[in-house]
């Protein structure tokens, strides 16, 4: 008899599930997909359509008419908690769905703790809706005057944010901003040298201030004033602060890793309960933890979809194999990339020109399956 498959999000490790849905339902199955949006955004394109390399369109899927196309139902909502014990999902508009295997794709969010105001004018790096929204809003902004802009954090997401509001105020011919990224203690403290001070040049001499004065302790949307007492005026902020895993599965007293991420062994498999699954930023794989990176998102895809179909079929699961070391390419704006692998590190518009080219590569595959 056929069995209801639920996803939860319709992120990077839910693609290759999505674009075979058909064959899912094909099987007897019933798929149901809940998402907050009828689209998702490709995070990695993110900075750049902030600074206008990209349209919105470019950078995103229409989760919900390819679950529909392929006869899977879309739910556009939150699930708020988990009920694994019954099998039964809680979601933000009060309506409830059950479920024999359920896979998570939640994603990833910016902690806000350190803010201390709700306004349109603190923006957070994610969802990358929250990006176009900014987009808008500087450009109307900076049409009549410049303005004070502090990033704070200071890994690569700052970089690329400071990189591409500078090329969106230069291609536009707006009013230049003053841009200031507060790094921490360190900016880019966990790579390699040569990355590290290849973003630090790319962006000082565009004028833009990197500051390793400390940690931001109060966010406000007119300042923000680190631990040592340090205060930076602003007229906007982007918190680029790094990444938790959803808190659902802490509100849903689900086996959790250090960082709030949903237990999976090798299999992708929730360490507790079996049948559900789980890929992406959201999940804590534990025979060896992975960076919140989208690669392994991309990497999960195929194995999250064996074993779905395994788990609904009661066929065998096949193991994860995280790969070795990744390729890491940052946009830095103004169609300059640095580029990593295996001790290799690259900086230019050859950086960038390749990085283009796997995403946009990357987008045409899944955008495709919306034809
Ligand atoms: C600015 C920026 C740039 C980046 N650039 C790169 C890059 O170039 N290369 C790279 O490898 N990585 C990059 N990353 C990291 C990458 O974004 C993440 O690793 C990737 O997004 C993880 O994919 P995901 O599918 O797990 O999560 P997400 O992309 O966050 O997707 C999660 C989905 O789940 C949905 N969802 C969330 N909560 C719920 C809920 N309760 N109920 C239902 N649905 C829910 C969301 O709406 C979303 O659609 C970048 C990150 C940022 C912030």
Same mark, same amino acid.
């Given at each position: ?81 988990? &009920? ?27 902690? #806000? ?41 200071? +890994? ?20 230049? %901003? ?11 403290? =966990?790579? %390699? ?28 949307? &007119? ?5 040592? +007492? ?14 938790? %895993? ?5 509100? !849903? ?9 949903? #237990? ?23 025979? !060896?933890?992975? &960076? ?29 194999? %995280? ?32 990085? =283009?080219?796997? =995403?946009?590569?990357?987008? #045409? ?7």
């Amino acid at each position: 008899m056929g069995k209801h498959l639920v996803l939860i999000g319709g992120g990077h490790a839910h693609m290759v599930t999505l674009a075979h849905m058909n064959e899912i339902v094909a099987q007897g199955h019933r798929v149901t997909v809940v998402g907050p949006s009828a689209h998702h955004y490709y995070s990695g394109m993110g900075p750049g359509m902030l600074g206008g390399t990209y349209t919105p369109d470019e950078i995103r899927f229409a989760t919900q008419h390819v679950v529909e196309k392929q006869g899977g139902q879309f739910i556009c909502d939150s699930v708020t908690v988990i &009920d694994a014990a019954n099998r039964r999902l809680e979601l933000a508009e009060g309506d409830a769905l059950t479920y024999d295997v359920l896979s998570v794709n939640a994603g990833s969010y910016v902690p #806000r703790n350190l803010v201390a105001e709700d306004t349109e004018r603190i923006v957070s790096v994610k969802p990358i809706e929250k990006l176009m929204d900014a987009r808008q809003a500087l450009r109307l902004a900076l049409k009549t005057r410049s303005e004070k802009i502090v990033i704070v954090g200071g +890994g690569p997401s700052a970089a690329e944010i400071g990189g591409n509001i500078w090329q969106l105020a230069q291609e536009e011919g707006l009013h230049t %901003p003053h841009i200031t990224i507060l790094a921490g203690n360190r900016f880019m403290a =966990d790579f %390699p040298e040569a990355i590290r001070r290849r973003a630090m040049n790319t962006l000082t001499r565009r004028g833009i201030l990197v500051l390793e004065s400390g940690y931001a302790k109060i966010i406000r949307a &007119d300042g923000v004033t680190l631990a040592d +007492g340090g205060h930076h005026p602003a007229d906007r902020v982007f918190l680029a602060l790094g990444v938790r %895993p959803s808190d659902l599965f802490a509100a !849903s007293n689900l086996p959790i890793g250090p960082d709030g991420g949903l #237990r999976v062994n090798a299999y992708l498999q929730c360490t507790e309960h079996p049948e559900i699954f789980g890929g992406g930023d959201c999940i804590h794989y534990t025979p !060896s933890p992975l &960076d919140k990176v989208g690669v392994f998102a991309v990497r999960q895809n195929p194995i999250l979809f064996q074993n779905l179909l395994a788990s609904l079929n009661n066929d065998s699961l096949t193991p994860f194999d %995280p790969g070795g070391s990744y390729l890491l390419i940052f946009n830095m704006g103004g169609g300059i990339g640095i580029l990593h692998k295996a001790g290799i590190t690259l900086g230019g518009r050859l950086a960038f020109h390749f990085k =283009d080219w796997i =995403d946009r590569r990357f987008m #045409r595959r899944f955008q495709a399956i919306e034809h």
